[in-house]
């Protein structure tokens, strides 16, 4: 049995090293922003871990874990596998020692193998200026994406009707995107990023020094007693994400590895949310088993305020604004209304395949945040300051991870009986063919960290209590199946439902790979939240059960060398009693097609979609150029098209371009307000320039 085994392991290496890089990254890429119900999405960090490590692939006889963590494809339980077979039995000779251990199965070394490598080299710790500058890459990124069709918020008016008015924007309706970065492996990254969104201005009234947003980084990474440092623009993770995980962290997805947070201490800011950062300086010490993270960070955010005649003119904040836009009055008032202030410390430790931690962080503002109270948000954070305390750990004992982190914040309204917060959890592999996980979280309703990122059902981490259930099982050679459980509740008023509830979500999805080239999956997965009635008679809203069920077949075909074919239908029903229950469909048909020889790679999509409304709209992930993420929302009836292509010149230019439009049926209009568009036609032009050296 070993040798053909072997043999297959060597056909699927030549296979997959022979893949291009983009294709390789992007079929991750593809699977996880598949999970995302959003159109606003940054996944630029994971792109940026699997480019690098395509680049400079995991020495398994080196590695302690954490580069492998870093590649969101194993499970805790796997990485130990690699660690307690290099403890039992020296270090690999080959490659194919993966098939001995006894976690992994043939597709699991598929998804790592072109990030791994095994050798006896031992990677350099000590960097001089003159390597770093020869073996350094320098990478320019240009962007333009122009408006094509006029919305309402650009027309024609007056200074004095623009400035009294929210609804028409100073700027033109053009994006421009600019980012500049040198790194050196993983060890040193300099870099600025700009951009201009949509309706903001460019060199000329409120936004005379140009772009709009700026940020910029210098970081440091590899040192034995200075494990890495930034200065400028960074994110922070920690533990299991409850306390501070100011980046973006995966939600509930088809592939349970999803459900623990793998934390990085420092990450260098490369992205454009304008809110979701921190900007300073951190520094991650280690000695032996031990490491320290400090980080410190003040910058200026989007915020309203209101001056109170009562207390001597007192400033103080109502709301703070975390889109990042400057088009309107409104809007461009709000800009920099608020400084945050933010230090805090994270201490590790690290035994074996034990970890633990304890983080402190305090958090401050230079004004009072004073929001209207709702019955809903009555719990919510209001003050100037707040402090907040977490601890979490892992461990990893033969087939099972346990993990898991508590977290309590301290605010002078908050008895000490409040504000906790906790999760716990375990992946267990019961055989090569068979995992299994299930976590439980318990949010308080006074609890409330503004840089989080726990697993959660609702958009934050807070006021809800559920417990997860998923599996992952190999039944045969070509089928597969996941799927989840989730049961929720939430045991305070949220917004836009005026009771406690609960609800639950359901997943399956069997999957049929027959050959390397050939694959198919279906999906049933079914949501059911609870929200206020749309019968109320203004007096006492009572909440119903809103029932949402999602079907899909998906099919992808590799044809040959250079064409691969992608079908999709998808079906969505919705009940609720106050409504009529609704209805949505999409089909699409993706070709795919590189050349290996040419220096063109063609995307192509066609989809017909026809849903009863918005709230039935059907999200779906569109290829795109590097670091451009869309999973745009298709509802009403219509078709959708685009075209993507890439060239690449000059053995180190790429240029991308991509055009797609909506093309609506029985639509004299499109959206509404200031992005209304007459007419039945909507679409986009998107236009990259990749140089690096």
Known sequence: MKCPFLLLILVLSFRIFAQDRGEIIQQRIEFISEQVQSENMDLTNVIEQLNYYFDHPINLNLTNGEELEELYLLTGVQIN???????????????????????????????????????????????????????????????????????????????????????????????????????YKTNISIGMTAEKDAGEQFFRGTQKQGFDFYSAHAFFKGGKY???????????????????????????????????????????????????????AAADFGYR????????????????????????????????????????????????????????ANIRYAFGAFRWGAAYVYQGYDKPFQKAIQYYNQFDFRGTSFRSLSSDYSYVFRNINVFGEVSKVFRPDLDPQHGWAMVHAAMMSLDPRFSAGILYRNYQKDYQTLYNAGFSEGSNTQNEQGTYAAIKWKLASAWSINAYVDLFKFPWLKYGVDAPSFGHELLIQPVYKPSKTFEIY??????????????????????????????RLNMSCVLNEFV??????????????????????????????????????????????????????????????????????????????????????WHSCDLWVKYGVFLYENRNSISSGSEQIMGSRKSDLLIQLRISL
């Open 81 to 183: 596998d690699v660690l307690l077979h290099r403890k039992a039995f020296g270090k690999f000779i080959s490659i194919y020692e993966l098939q001995s251990l006894t976690y992994w199965d043939l597709q699991t070394i598929q998804l790592v193998l072109p990030f791994i490598r095994v050798d006896d080299r031992l990677d350099q710790l000590h960097i001089t200026w003159k390597e770093a500058m020869k073996q350094g890459k320098f990478e320019t990124y240009l962007r333009y994406q122009p408006m094509i069709e006029k919305k309402a918020g650009y027309a024609e008016v007056s200074d004095s009707i623009r400035k009294a008015s929210n609804k028409f924007y100073y700027g033109n309706g053009d994006r421009y995107y600019a980012r500049f970065r040198y790194t």
């Open 564 to 649: 691969s074919l992608k079908t999709r239908l998808e079906y969505v029903t919705i009940h609720r009693a106050s409504n009529t229950p609704e209805k949505g469909m999409l089909f699409s048909q993706d070709l795919i097609f590189k050349p290996k020889s040419s220096p063109f790679d063609l995307s192509l999509r066609f989809a017909l979609f026809d849903t009863d409304s918005y709230d039935s709209r059907i999200y779906t992930f569109e290829s795109n150029a590097l670091y451009v993420f869309a999973v745009p929302a298709y509802y009403y009836q219509g078709s959708r098209a685009y075209v993507l292509l890439r060239y690449s010149f």
């Open 289 to 344: 088993n031990w490491s320290m993270l400090l980080f410190a960070s003040q910058k200026k955010m989007d915020a309203a305020t209101i001056a109170d005649s009562s207390y001597d003119d007192l400033e103080y904040v109502s709301t703070i604004d975390l889109t990042g836009l400057h088009r309107t009055t409104s809007e461009i008032a709000k800009k920099n209304g608020i400084t945050e202030g933010i230090v805090g």
């Open 226 to 280: 200075l494990k890495s440092a930034v200065i400028g623009d960074y994110q922070i993770q920690v533990g299991q994400g409850l306390n501070v995980w100011s980046s973006y962290a995966f939600g509930k997805t088809a592939d349970l590895t999803t459900m623990k947070r793998t934390a990085i201490p420092i990450r260098a800011y490369t992205s454009v949310d304008e809110s979701r950062f921190l900007r300073g």
């Open 522 to 551: 279906g999906r049933f997965r079914q949501q059911l939240r609870q929200k206020n009635s749309r019968d109320s008679d203004g007096t006492v809203t009572e909440i119903e059960d809103v029932v949402q069920r999602n079907y």
